[in-house]
């Protein structure tokens, strides 16, 4: 008899063997490691470096650093400062973010409330009959008022993990909201600075216009007076009507850069109105030999990695699902089979317990559990490195268009000064009777256009130089030098 005992509970504990293994090999595994340190180069293949040419022809001086939160100060201009101020308090793509952050924090706080004590008041009136055999089958009613009270033993890290992932996703909310005001920022400083360049195309087109009339005044007289065919005024008519439809289609297009400029401020675009003026934003030079590291406070590379370690810290709290869970419960009241005596010191009634659970068969529930959590870590990584090779390829982009620009702009400057000197030598042929019509047309027409080309290069710049910014993050975090030209 007590040998078959003895096999028996032998048994029954190597049955158990097995089970307790793979508890502790599932309870031993470790998160997968967060690779975030990538093997990328130190600095930008791009220079952000002028030819020495045009380095000799631009006046810069050095001026002091600029704060990241306020790195459109280096434009040196009070119209684009006052845009992005009103921008930061009323756009509505930041309100969003700002209002995900506010969730994400109060997730965060509802997780991180399961790793306190839980007390609740409460009370019940039940009445039946069978229940209490010492009654019989008599009908009796129970009543009961009072505290209650639980509390979950963290013993492996199942709250503090879930609490931990909760707090990475609020600070991961939290950089997506800086990402958000940078892109903000960045839009109205692109929107305003177009803007000022079709200010600028505008005043090319009225001069423009101003030439074709003196011109058509000039043949308009000279046809009268003999010396030309009406043939001359129909091509001066010609070319003056032109240019002003070609007026005409820059202001329809500033009409609409200024709405988008007004839903970019959160303003109603019927009552807004950004004056024309003068362009004399400046030109930020961009600081050479900056490193790569720079990429690193980019607030959504930092809000893509948040998200990997939020993601890490949750396949930890789905391999905790194999250890047991532990509480301990408590309660103090009244207990009472007559209402009325619900209250009195005699009907008081405690108790206190403990609960150990483990579920043994649950259909591989935990397991997918587990293999979920490596799958969404795995997707994050890969999002974190996408992220971080589109950040490196936008800081290329925009580092290889400013040094192609630069010296482009260098190559136009000179291609106007000789349109422009081309022009004053056709006009002065054209009123001694020297040269044809056509000719000085054909001078005005690529003096035009090669203005309007300079122009789209000089305004290509002053984007490139705030899509640098975006790429960065909002601003370089050192001196800047800003361009006079």
Same mark, same amino acid.
């Given at each position: 008899?007590?040998?078959?005992?003895?096999?028996?509970?032998?048994?029954?504990?190597?049955?158990?063997?097995?089970?307790?293994?793979?508890?502790?090999?599932?309870?031993?595994?470790?998160?997968?490691?967060?690779?975030?340190?990538?093997?990328?180069?130190?600095?930008y293949?791009?220079r952000a470096?002028?030819?020495?040419a045009?380095?000799?022809?631009?006046?810069?001086a050095?001026?002091?650093?600029?704060?990241?939160?306020?790195?459109?100060?280096?434009?040196?201009?009070?119209?684009?400062?006052?845009?992005?101020?009103?921008?930061?308090?009323?756009?509505?793509?930041?309100?969003?973010?700002?209002?995900?952050?506010?969730?994400?924090?109060?997730?965060?706080?509802?997780?991180?409330?399961d790793?306190?004590?839980?007390?609740?008041?409460?009370?019940?009136?039940?009445r039946?009959?069978?229940v209490?055999?010492?009654?019989?089958?008599?009908?009796?009613?129970?009543?009961?008022?009072?505290?209650?009270?639980?509390?979950?033993?963290?013993?492996?890290?199942?709250l503090?993990?879930?609490s931990?992932?909760?707090?990475l996703?609020?600070?991961?909310?939290?950089?997506?909201?800086?990402?958000?005001?940078?892109?903000?920022?960045?839009?109205?400083?692109?929107?305003?600075?177009?803007? #000022?360049a079709?200010?600028?195309e505008r005043?090319?087109?009225?001069?423009t216009?101003?030439?074709? #009339?003196?011109?058509?005044?000039?043949?308009?007289?000279?046809?009268?007076?003999?010396?030309?065919?009406?043939?001359?005024?129909?091509?001066?008519?010609?070319?003056?009507?032109?240019?002003?439809?070609?007026?005409l289609?820059?202001?329809?297009?500033?009409?609409?850069?200024?709405?988008?400029?007004?839903?970019?401020?959160?303003?109603?675009a019927?009552?807004?109105?950004?004056?024309?003026?003068?362009?004399?934003?400046?030109?930020?030079?961009?600081?050479?030999?900056?490193?790569?590291?720079?990429?690193?406070? #980019?607030?959504?590379?930092?809000?893509?990695?948040?998200?990997?370690?939020?993601?890490q810290?949750r396949?930890?709290?789905a391999?905790?699902?194999?250890?047991?869970?532990?509480?301990?419960t408590?309660?103090g009241?009244?207990?009472?089979?007559?209402?009325g005596?619900?209250?009195?010191?005699s009907?008081?009634?405690?108790?206190?317990?403990?609960?150990?659970?483990?579920?043994l068969?649950?259909?591989?529930?935990?397991?997918?559990?587990?293999?979920?959590?490596?799958?969404?870590?795995?997707?994050?990584m890969?999002?974190?490195?996408?992220?971080v090779?589109?950040?490196f390829k936008?800081?290329?982009?925009?580092?290889?268009?400013?040094?192609?620009?630069?010296?482009?702009?260098?190559?136009?400057?000179?291609?106007?000064?000789?349109?422009?000197?081309?022009?004053?030598?056709?006009?002065?042929?054209y009123r001694?009777?020297?040269v044809?019509?056509?000719?000085?047309l054909?001078?005005?027409?690529?003096?035009?256009?090669n203005?309007r080309?300079?122009?789209?290069?000089?305004?290509?710049?002053?984007?490139?130089?705030?899509?640098?910014?975006?790429?960065?993050?909002?601003?370089?975090?050192?001196?800047?030098?800003v361009?006079s #030209?």
């Open positions: 008899m007590n040998t078959t005992f003895s096999l028996t509970r032998g048994v029954r504990r190597a049955a158990w063997l097995p089970l307790l293994a793979a508890l502790v090999l599932a309870g031993c595994a470790a998160p997968p490691k967060a690779e975030l340190d990538l093997e990328l180069p130190l600095r293949h791009e470096e002028a030819p020495d045009a380095r000799a022809a631009t006046k810069t050095a001026v002091p650093a600029v704060s990241d939160a306020a790195w459109w100060h280096v434009f040196g201009d009070p119209a684009l400062d006052d845009l992005v101020a009103r921008a930061a308090a009323r756009n509505t793509s930041i309100q969003q973010a700002a209002a995900r952050l506010a969730e994400a924090r109060a997730l965060a706080r509802s997780v991180d409330a790793r306190s004590v839980q007390v609740g008041l409460g009370a019940s009136g039940a039946g009959a069978g209490d055999k010492a009654q019989g089958n008599r009908p009796a009613s129970l009543f009961s008022a009072g505290l209650g009270a639980s509390y979950e033993v963290d013993l492996f890290g199942r503090a993990g879930a931990n992932a909760a707090a996703d609020a600070q991961s909310r939290e950089a997506l909201l800086r990402s958000a005001q940078v892109l903000v920022q960045s839009e109205v400083a692109q929107t305003y600075l177009a803007l #000022r079709l200010d600028a005043a090319i087109m009225q001069d216009v101003g030439a074709y #009339r003196a011109t058509l005044d000039l043949t308009q007289r000279r046809y009268r007076a003999g010396d030309l065919a009406e043939l001359d005024v129909a091509r001066a008519r010609t070319e003056l009507a032109a240019t002003e439809a070609e007026a289609a820059v202001d329809r297009q500033r009409a609409t850069v200024e709405h988008a400029l007004a839903v970019l401020v959160g303003e109603v019927s009552g807004f109105s950004v004056p024309a003026q003068a362009w004399t934003t400046a030109l930020p030079a961009i600081p050479a030999g900056m490193p790569s590291t720079m990429l690193q406070r #980019r607030p959504d590379v930092i809000a893509a990695q948040k998200s990997v370690q939020a993601a810290a396949v930890g709290v391999q905790t699902a194999w250890f047991p869970t532990f509480s301990l408590g309660a009241g009244y207990a009472s089979t007559d209402l005596d619900l209250l009195q010191w009907a008081r009634s405690w108790g206190v317990g403990a609960l150990l659970s483990l579920p068969i649950d259909g591989g529930r935990r397991e997918a559990g587990v293999q979920g959590a490596n799958a969404r870590f795995d997707g994050a890969a999002s974190y490195r996408e992220q090779l589109l950040a936008e800081v290329e982009d925009q580092l290889a268009s400013l040094r192609l620009l630069d010296a482009q702009a260098e190559v136009q400057a000179q291609a106007v000064a000789a349109a422009q000197r081309a022009t004053v030598l056709s006009e002065s042929r001694n009777g020297v044809s019509q056509i000719e000085l054909d001078a005005r027409r690529s003096e035009l256009r203005r080309v300079a122009l789209g290069v000089k305004a290509a710049q002053y984007q490139a130089t705030v899509a640098l910014v975006r790429a960065l993050g909002g601003g370089w975090g050192d001196a800047v030098a361009s #030209r």
